[in-house]
């Protein structure tokens, strides 16, 4: 027996399409406000509104004309650049699926998820077609694709060409607002990605409600950094266009090239990595550049030094805040907002979005109280459709009737503070050590660039606190002296057992540190010491 919709209960026809919620719908709006209004830049190339909105179409009529049929996945290994904007809201317009892929992945990942997605079209970067083993792996796969950026070669055909033949009218194509519109894959810190699925009233809602989380205005300035492919920039990318903002795209960061685009486009709403802006600050160049139009600076996946936010503030932007979310819940979910940045330090992730319920709940499924630690659970329409093909992990994010992050926080005086991922709090001889808590004593000493602490396995504390330090250029301390800043700062129980000096560790393109390599490669550290 088939749902009927509240309005048909009521004797009322639904209003179907004429209610319809979209990914393609609100660019056409924007473009139907200013045509003429500047949508993306990059480099020199600038495309207005109204083009950027002929060119999807374009690209949608494009599709269907290679008898993809709704619903059909579509993926891409693309980085930065117009034409891929143009291609990932040519794909949704055409009421096919977007797959994303992390240009950034090995061979074998990339080839698990175009068999796992069951692409049957692929839209490459000819950078990225060029390599002989990625060609094998894209060219074994059914059906075609397009190049690009870059000529056409074998089965796969010219972007351009593609949409300088077809016309730039919208194809009338039936979307329903929770039909997927895109699985994007998780990014693998802990094994095989996972397929999140997610629909078009979901990235819909969470770009609308980071438009008024970041008082996102039409004359407002974004610059797109991050991969495009991860869902932080793609949903910050898509609240500055239903913002009706311009969003400057760059290939990738160099922070004296940043800061020349900040003066030179007049960038005011400005996100990066904590290690971004910090290279901006400490850039030659800064000094010398116009940066008065900066109003709003946002850092995300990884925690801000307390020294580092006061000179940032005091000397870069007067506004920062940050912003947290995750594939399976749509970012933002939660914001450290401007007005607290200064008021306290540590891992603060604020309070929720305007779009979403936040709880801390125990394993029990029992909502938890102030100062009492749990799992971060969320509510809201930006919750993913689910795991692609995957229903036991569906449901297990969904116990209890929320999602649940995996990650650990409570609640302190009505700011969310984060604790750790389930999987990384380290049981050392009973206890229970934070690693983050770890990482930022250690963060705290001025040679140090970046930290993570894991638990290893050891015979008698069953799991060891192990922290794997990079220093910055040119720095130098012992394991003495950072053990010693441990002694200063945390509990006998949660002070490293021992502390390695790598010359960089393991991320992912997104900036993530990926710790399971560390446990993997040092899993007998202490069997080869004790």
Not at 160 to 187: F, K, N, W
Request: with cysteine; hydrophobic share 45%; proline share 5%.
């Amino acid at each position: 027996m088939s749902k009927s919709s509240p309005a048909a209960i009521l004797g009322v026809p639904p209003p179907g399409q004429i209610a319809r919620v979209t990914i393609g719908d609100f660019l056409r709006r924007g473009a139907r406000r200013d045509l003429a209004k500047t949508a993306l830049v990059l480099g020199d190339l600038r495309l207005a509104y109204g083009e950027l909105d002929a060119r999807v179409s374009r690209c949608a009529n494009a599709l269907i004309a290679t008898g993809l049929k709704r619903g059909d996945r579509v993926a891409t290994l693309c980085n930065n650049s117009i034409d891929f904007v143009v291609a990932m809201f040519g794909i949704h317009r055409a009421g096919l699926i977007w797959v994303p892929i992390n240009t950034g992945l090995g061979i074998e990942e990339v080839g698990y998820i175009l068999e796992h997605a069951e692409a049957r079209f692929v839209l490459i970067d000819g950078a990225q077609l060029a390599r002989p083993e990625l060609r094998t792996i894209v060219h074994a796969r059914p059906g075609r694709g397009w190049v690009v950026e870059g000529e056409a070669i074998d089965k796969f055909g010219s972007f351009t060409a593609a949409l300088d033949a077809h016309l730039p009218q919208e194809p009338l194509v039936e979307i329903g607002d929770r039909d997927v519109a895109q699985i994007m894959y998780t990014s693998g810190t802990t094994g095989r990605p996972k397929g999140v699925m997610q629909s078009h009233l979901s990235v819909v809602m969470a770009a609308m409600a980071n438009a008024v989380e970041f008082g996102l205005r039409r004359d407002d300035v974004n610059n797109a950094t991050l991969p495009l492919f991860h869902c932080a920039q793609h949903t910050l990318m898509c609240g500055v266009i239903a913002a009706g903002g311009t969003v400057v795209i760059t290939r990738g960061f160099e922070p004296g090239a940043m800061l020349e685009a900040i003066e030179r486009e007049r960038i005011s709403f400005l996100v990066g990595l904590p290690l971004m802006h910090q290279a901006m600050l400490d850039h030659p160049s800064r000094l010398k550049r116009n940066l008065s139009s900066l109003r709003l600076c946002v850092y995300a996946m990884a925690p801000m030094a307390e020294t580092l936010l006061r000179r940032l503030i005091a000397e870069f932007c007067p506004n920062y805040m940050l912003a947290t979310g995750q594939t399976e819940m749509y970012p933002a979910t939660v914001a450290f907002r401007p007005e607290e940045q200064l008021r306290r330090f540590g891992p603060y992730w604020g309070v929720s979005s305007i779009l979403n319920d936040t709880e801390v709940m125990d394993d029990q499924g029992r909502i938890l109280g102030e100062g009492e630690v749990g799992e971060i659970v969320h509510r809201g329409p930006n919750v993913m459709e689910g795991y692609y093909k995957n229903p036991e992990a569906t449901a297990e994010a969904r116990a209890f009737g929320w999602h649940h992050t995996g990650d650990l926080g409570m609640w302190v005086d009505g700011q969310l503070l984060f604790k750790d991922r389930k999987k990384d709090m380290i049981k050392t001889g009973g206890e229970n050590v934070a690693s983050i808590k770890v990482e930022s004593v250690l963060l705290r000493h001025p040679a140090v660039a970046n930290a993570v602490a894991v638990g290893l396995p050891h015979a008698r504390w069953i799991e060891a606190v192990t922290a794997f330090v990079v220093l910055k250029p040119g720095a130098m301390v012992d394991e003495a002296e950072l053990l010693h800043l441990c002694k200063e700062h945390l509990g006998g129980f949660e002070v490293p057992k021992a502390i390695r000096f790598l010359d960089a560790l393991p991320m992912t393109t997104t900036g993530k540190i990926q710790k399971h390599p560390l446990r993997e490669s040092f899993s007998d550290l202490y069997s080869r010491t004790d």
